[in-house]
């Protein structure tokens, strides 16, 4: 079975400066996808960003950044220019390629504050 | 261009009494996502559904919960005899197929279910 360990509960970073949020997860599958979401104080979930497991370039939408590092089963996630807006919950998620479902697995998040 | 809806946004019941919540999945996606979010939690898989077919309900309670896709209309997630312990944000996304790009899911904004 798949596990996904996100190990920092909490983090802070002052606005404007560069912040980086650990995630690593588990599988013997070879092809998956892992994915940032973020849960703001609204609750929504939104996707910050995806990565496909057979890419060997990491994503990058605007000043978020992955760090993908399949042999270490490793992808952090950098928010470069922190905004206040970016203040919420982080959870990394992983889900494998093929087969008949499609589900998410969850970490337990990481809460990230910006600072003014 | 909607997003994925869910309704209602807050639900109160007592135990005992049955609680239905309704998802509508974005234009063009045909797959369905249910999760559950329990305080301080991450999110975890609930179960999986396409038009009028449940393809992974490994993630359901046994008893209780059960969940539909019909041809037209809503997804609903239907919890009987609703306990305490349900109380949680439940979930639902949506994903336009199974393959690339189209795999990814997003969320709407759940349904926060409190039970006195």
């Known amino acids: 079975a798949q596990t996904v360990t996100q190990s920092q509960p909490e983090m802070s970073v002052q606005e404007a400066e560069t912040v980086t949020l650990s995630c690593t997860y588990d599988?013997?599958?070879?092809?998956?996808?892992l994915f940032w979401y973020k849960q703001p104080p609204s609750r929504q979930m939104i996707l910050v960003i995806r990565q496909e497991a057979y890419k060997q370039q990491n994503a990058t939408e605007n000043r978020f950044s992955v760090n993908f590092q399949k042999a270490a089963k490793s992808f952090s996630l950098k928010i470069s220019d922190s905004q206040l807006g970016d203040t919420a919950m982080y959870f990394c998620?992983?889900?494998?390629?093929?087969?008949?479902?499609?589900?998410?697995?969850f970490g337990t998040g990481t809460l990230l504050a910006v600072q003014p | 261009n909607a997003g994925v809806m869910q309704n209602p946004r807050h639900l109160v019941r007592r135990r005992g009494q049955e609680a239905r919540l309704r998802c509508s999945p974005m234009?063009?996606?045909?797959?369905v996502y249910w999760y559950r979010q329990l305080p301080e939690e991450g999110l975890k898989f609930m179960v999986y559904l396409q038009k009028e077919n449940i393809i992974d309900e490994s993630g359901m309670p046994k008893e209780r919960f059960s969940a539909e896709f019909p041809k037209e209309g809503p997804s609903i997630l239907r919890i009987q005899q609703v306990v305490r312990g349900d109380s949680a944000a439940y979930f639902c996304?949506?994903?336009?197929?199974?393959?690339?790009?189209?795999?990814?899911?997003?969320f709407g904004p759940g349904t926060r279910l409190l039970v006195l």
């Open positions: 234009k063009g996606h045909s797959h």
């Open positions: 599988t013997s599958e070879n092809n998956y996808y």
């Open positions: 996304a949506s994903s336009r197929g199974l393959a690339g790009e189209q795999e990814t899911q997003y």
């Open positions: 998620a992983f889900m494998k390629h093929g087969g008949a479902t499609n589900k998410l697995i």
